[in-house]
């Protein structure tokens, strides 16, 4: 029988420590911001409502409860499962250059909801379950493509299939707009593809609970094993593991939630692909500490966009330009610092 | 007399059906706390051999028997407890540190929902000591050199605390300094009771280290035996189909290609 030698028990590493203790100050952080979120706004004065108004006035009360608190906990939702189906998608496909808006899921989501808008009457529901259906719809035949293209490594072919399916839907969607009735239909589908929080009610919120916390949870469990999944498939076999079986998992989880919210959002971009790169580089790469870290700077990072979005203007800024705008901006910087950590 | 660490009877695999052979009813005894070194040309068979012994690829006809027990009959899991492999490209995509890398090796111990224990944390700080590279622990696997890596790599596939060790031409992109180190490394680890069985393109990283050697060639073994008794002029002849010669130099075998 083999004897495995025991050595000194290990120290927890200075850096392993450190991250712990970033991600416990991001959730501080964001228990914060959402505190501050709920007093933020335009009534009764612009920027800020006071205490005073919110025990003496009652419309000042229920524009807190019943707008302002499911608005900030839907940004909380939607930044963390953006995060962690950045994070998911990163790892699985073993390349930090994709998210769901590179893998057809934005795409094909936003193609749905057009499709729904247009020509399957447009109610609430239809173009939720549209978006959902065409959004998992882009990512497998990305994925499918990817398997097929003849040209390129595993990263540059998933981004390049990404690419091509992305916009084929895009197309389509281009399509329906030309279509659309310029009056009724069309500002729906811009606005949609712009991205934000504005309607959310909590009924809203109670709709996608059900599938986001049980998806979250999930990729939460199973958040040690996207490091083995992040190594090439003869490794992981080599491992034990079912590396085909568990990505299913994971990834049905990630698309589920991210259609779950992003068809109640409409777009909101930038998110998965940029959050968890901060976070790596702040609580490491190990997915134990970057997927939770990444969910919370998710959230906070949405957040955060989501109170400007709703502040900064008597009218509303869509969320998803403002995500974008910073994101991208972030992006650059990152590319041009140190190649966003892609070292190879 | 111990079993044979693996015991290949007859194994013959296609990559395509109707193609030829990739291994051609191969049949080797590997035996227990050897260093077998796998010799061959390319497209010998050399890495589809391990390959099939890993249960990744599965043979057309023939068996292996691993520890005495028929290879199919372990799960994926119970398998990965007793075989390692190093392969010959590991790619980490992320910047893990050397040591939350190795601990990856752990994963035959845990159940889908469990994080690395205390004591799992133990198996791969000492896995990183038995290679000589805990010093490195902290550091991201993405900034190793070529050498190191291969280590982290090894100490990766020892933190399975595996029976036998499958490497897949652990030297192959390291200069003279560093496939000496990693040589040094493998041959320190059969000292506690493990198999390691590798492949090679360079016979006289063979001659270094190895107790016993499975020559192959289009599939087929040519030989298999201890290192004495194979690494002979005349069988490696047959192998690469170029005049080889083995030479003593100060007891050891070194091996030539005439020109």
């Keep these: ?344 | 007399m111990t079993p044979p660490a693996i015991d290949i009877r007859q194994v013959t695999f296609r990559y395509a059906v109707a193609g030829t052979a990739a291994l051609d009813a191969v049949t080797a005894a590997i035996p227990a706390g050897s260093i077998t070194a796998i010799l061959g040309p390319n497209g010998s068979g050399k890495s589809t051999l391990l390959h099939v012994l890993l249960g990744l690829l599965q043979p057309e006809s023939g068996a292996v028997h691993v520890s005495g027990r028929a290879q199919h009959g372990f799960s994926r899991r119970e398998l990965s407890r007793i075989m390692g492999l190093v392969p010959q490209d590991e790619h980490v995509t992320f910047e893990l540190s050397v040591f939350e890398y190795a601990l990856l090796g752990r994963a035959p111990y845990l159940n889908l929902l469990s994080l690395p224990r205390e004591e799992d944390r133990a198996v791969a700080q000492a896995a990183l000591e038995s290679v000589g590279i805990d010093a490195l622990a902290h550091r991201p696997v993405t900034s190793l050199s070529g050498g190191e890596k291969q280590l982290a790599t090894v100490a990766r596939a020892l933190t399975q605390a595996p029976e036998v060790l499958l490497l897949d031409e652990p030297t192959s992109h390291l200069d003279l300094a560093n496939a000496r180190r990693v040589l040094g490394v493998m041959r320190s680890l059969r000292g506690q009771g493990r198999t390691i069985l590798w492949t090679t393109h360079d016979p006289n990283a063979a001659t270094a280290i190895a107790t016993d050697v499975l020559l192959m060639r289009n599939g087929r073994v040519i030989a298999h035996g201890p290192l004495a008794e194979v690494m002979t002029g005349p069988l490696l002849t047959a192998t690469y189909d170029v005049p080889v010669q083995v030479i003593d130099v100060e007891g050891r075998r070194v091996v030539m290609v005439h020109e």
């Excluded at chain 1, 040209?151 to 279509?179: E, M, N």
């Excluded at chain 1, 009735?181 to 593809?193: A, H, S, V």
């Excluded at chain 1, 712009?194 to 939460?220: E, H, N, R």
Aim: net charge positive; aromatic share 8%; proline share 4%.
């Design chain 1, 1 to 344: 029988m083999t004897e495995i030698r025991t050595g000194t028990l290990p120290q927890v590493s200075d850096q392993e420590r450190q991250g712990r203790r970033r991600v416990a100050i991001l959730a501080v952080v964001l228990l914060a911001l959402v505190g501050v979120s709920l007093f933020l706004g335009r009534y009764p004065g612009p920027y800020w409502t006071p205490l005073s108004a919110l025990r003496d006035d009652a419309l000042a009360q229920r524009l807190v409860l019943n707008l302002r608190l499911p608005r900030i906990l839907g940004a909380v939702m939607v930044g963390m499962v953006l995060a962690a189906s950045g994070v998911s998608f990163q790892m699985i496909f073993r390349n930090p250059l994709v998210d769901s808006g590179f893998l057809g899921v934005s795409a094909g989501a936003s193609f749905g909801a057009s499709l729904a808008i247009v020509a399957l009457g447009g109610a609430p529901l239809t173009i939720q379950i549209s978006a959902a259906v065409f959004g998992t719809l882009g990512l497998v035949s990305s994925y499918l493509l990817g398997t097929r293209i003849r040209y390129g490594d595993w990263v540059l072919r998933l981004v390049l299939a990404g690419i091509a399916v992305s916009a084929l839907y895009s197309s389509g969607t281009s399509l329906l707009k030309y279509a659309a009735d310029p009056l009724r239909q069309l500002p729906e589908i811009t606005f949609w593809m712009l991205g934000g929080l504005w309607s959310l009610t909590w009924a809203d919120i109670l709709q996608i609970a059900p599938v986001v916390v049980p998806c979250l949870l999930v990729i939460l469990l199973l958040r040690w094993r996207l490091n083995l999944l992040s190594l090439r498939d003869e490794t992981a076999y080599s491992l034990g593991v079912s590396a085909g079986r568990e990505r299913l998992v994971l990834l049905l989880a990630a698309v589920l939630a991210t259609a779950a919210v992003v068809s109640k959002t409409g777009l909101i971009g930038w998110v998965g692909l940029i959050v968890p790169h901060i976070a790596r580089r702040w609580v490491g790469s190990d997915a134990q500490r970057a997927l939770p870290g990444a969910m919370l700077l998710g959230a906070l990072f949405t957040l955060f966009c989501d109170d400007i979005a709703r502040t900064a203007l008597t009218g509303e800024l869509p969320l998803g330009i403002l995500t974008s705008m910073l994101g991208a901006a972030i992006f650059m910087a990152l590319m041009i610092r140190d190649g966003a950590g892609m070292r190879r």
